[in-house]
């Protein structure tokens, strides 16, 4: 899997249709799974989690973001790993689960 430069690739993602409860946000213990973060390939929308480079937290296997404009806040990045294996959570506690009115107070307003 490629790691992406964020200042150089932006996904294009198709408007979903209302606003999730939840989004998915990559905290700071994201060390992008030696390279391949099975997040990605569990969730469902294509783009929404992308391998990107990251000199500071994981300058050699790169991290995990999340476009919240793609995400649609199904858990699926949380709660399922390796051969649908059931987790609570993963593994190294890297996506935290925010409200989205909390998201936006935050990060500001989604607009859809």
Do not use: H
């Not at 391949?36 to 390939?41: D, H, L, N, T, Y």
């Not at 937290?57 to 995400?71: E, H, K, N, S």
Request: a negative charge; aromatic letters at 6%; one cysteine or more.
């Amino acid at each position: 899997m490629p790691i992406l430069d964020p200042q150089k690739s932006q996904p294009q993602v198709k408007p979903r249709k209302k606003k999730p409860k939840d989004i998915a946000v990559i905290n700071d213990a994201c060390t992008g799974c030696a390279g391949s973060p099975v997040c990605i390939e569990l969730c469902p929308v294509d783009e929404c989690m992308i391998l990107v480079k990251d000199d500071v937290y994981a300058p050699d296997f790169g991290r995990v973001i999340v476009d919240p404009l793609a995400c649609i806040g199904c858990k699926r990045c949380i709660s399922k790993g390796p051969m649908d294996m059931y987790l609570d959570g993963c593994p190294w506690d890297a996506i935290d689960m925010v409200e989205t009115p909390d998201f936006e107070e935050r990060f500001g307003e989604l607009p859809y």
